[in-house]
């Protein structure tokens, strides 16, 4: 056998147990949405330190790669940025699976735009107009304005792969579950939408807060014409005042138990909170955390 192949071996056995005869170790396997995919890997690393008998592995793929995944019973805890359909919940029990639904935090999720973009302010039904099927906005200049670096003004219209959570929520709330136009380019993650914005004057897209940076700006949005416009924030997001906040999941098969019960329950605690407040998303609830440095 060669040394390469042995030490792949013993890498893998690594996750179990300590190679060359250690201390034993479980593997939560863990997967889903791309949304949650950074701070569910800050979980995993921070909770090594806490637990080293728990190694949790840590996949992205899109919420409904995770929750397929759960139903096949190939992960312990999938991650999902948004409920679980109804179907799926009939596949899973029809497969004996009981999926339960553990809320770890809440988003807003953003619309972004390129900074050259004046558009500082839009409602739903803009939204609406510039993605969903029939839409009448196709040019910037149908919304009164232009956009300086946007040569022929055609809205370049970012959305996400419909395995996406992302994609699900902005369809169900923006779009009341109607069909995307056709022609959007479908970025398989957040960051990937972020990026597209960042370097195209034309574009505007959605993804999670916390995949904002200083390249891109988000209007405030507001439910309808003349309604209150409200800026995406972890403190909108957490009171649900923004148009567009949803809730950030874990789902398990059952009520956890063992290492699993363990980890969500710190996930849960302060100390895993202020991870994902770290991350740019607003706790499940109420927490203090430290001053960063």
Known sequence: MSIRRLFQICSIALLLTACGGGEQRQLIQNKGSDT?????????????????????????????????????????????????????????????????????????????????????????????????????ATKWSDLGVEVPGCSDQSIIVVSRQNNSGTYAYFREVVLNDSDFRLGTRDMHGSKDVVDLVENTPCAIGYSGLAYANEHVHMPCIALAEGGECVVPSEATASNHTYPIARSLLMYTNGQPEGAVAAYLNWIKSDAGQCIIVEKGYAPASAVSCPAAP
């Open 36 to 136: 949650l995919v950074n701070v569910a890997q800050a979980w995993a690393e921070t909770y090594q330190t806490i637990d080293p008998t728990v190694v949790v592995a840590v996949s992205g793929g899109g919420s409904g790669t995770g929750i397929a995944a759960m139903i096949n019973g190939t992960v312990d805890i999938a991650n999902s940025s948004r409920e679980i359909k109804q179907e799926e919940m009939d596949q899973a029990q029809a497969q004996g699976r009981n999926p339960i639904e553990h809320i770890v935090g809440f988003d807003a999720l953003a619309i972004f735009l390129h900074p050259n973009n004046p558009i500082q302010s839009m409602t739903l039904a803009q939204l609406a107009d510039i993605y969903g099927d029939g839409g009448s």
